[in-house]
């Protein structure tokens, strides 16, 4: 995606949604992907259908869609109690996005999954060398089955060292039955702020 067209969606949106916060950036092992994480005022009640204050002129959703080659790009959407729980994950110089999918048999509320799908953010705050920043995790308001963490980290060296700890194995162990898939995406975000 050229800088100009990221610059010219990324003003759009902050001043026809009224977004207040956002931000994008590259990903690491995917150069040709873009990261691209909104905070939406409470007043748009569906993001993922927003089209804009005037669809007939600029088509929000559109315009995202005709920048994806395929035309279909990835959306999430993470309920949050506040902005302040992921924003350390968001401003680390490096975020991780974690997405683990449980299998479609597996039941979230099981005290031993809840336990440990929670626990496997919580136990990054003891990363032995320490270097993580904070950050939180949701669930994905249309697929109970998707968990995604943001979080974030003092470098991608530290996030290595961490990995191969025994704490960090413990809860991904743990879950391993029940989870169908997941993978972890690195990026170095640039904050954007329409006041």
């Known amino acids: 995606m050229s800088p100009i067209i990221a610059e010219i969606l990324k003003i759009t949106a902050a001043l026809s949604a009224g977004v207040k916060e956002q931000y994008y950036g590259m990903l690491h092992d995917r150069s040709n992907m873009l990261s691209w994480v909104i905070e939406w005022p409470a007043s748009i009640k569906d993001p993922l259908?927003?089209?804009?204050?005037d669809p007939n002129k600029f088509n929000f959703?559109?315009?995202v869609r005709a920048l994806d080659?395929?035309?279909k790009p990835t959306s999430w959407l993470l309920p949050f109690e506040s902005a302040d729980v992921i924003r350390p994950a968001l401003v680390a110089p490096v975020t991780e996005f974690c997405d683990l999918i449980l299998k479609p048999e597996v039941d979230r509320t099981t005290p031993d999954v809840a336990k440990s799908l929670h626990k496997t953010f919580t136990d990054c705050y003891?990363?032995?060398d320490g270097g993580f920043t904070g950050g939180y995790w949701s669930v994905e308001a249309r697929n109970d089955r998707?968990?995604?963490?943001i979080l974030g980290w003092d470098s991608r060296e530290l996030h290595a060292k961490y990995s191969k700890t025994p704490l960090f194995d413990l809860e991904l162990e743990k879950l391993a039955p029940?989870?169908?898939?997941?993978?972890g995406l690195f990026t170095n975000l640039t904050r954007e702020t329409n006041a």
């Open 49 to 53: 259908a927003y089209s804009g204050p």
């Open 61 to 63: 959703r559109e315009t």
């Open 69 to 71: 080659t395929n035309g």
């Open 126 to 128: 003891d990363a032995p």
């Open 146 to 149: 998707q968990n995604i963490y």
């Open 178 to 183: 029940f989870v169908a898939s997941g993978e």
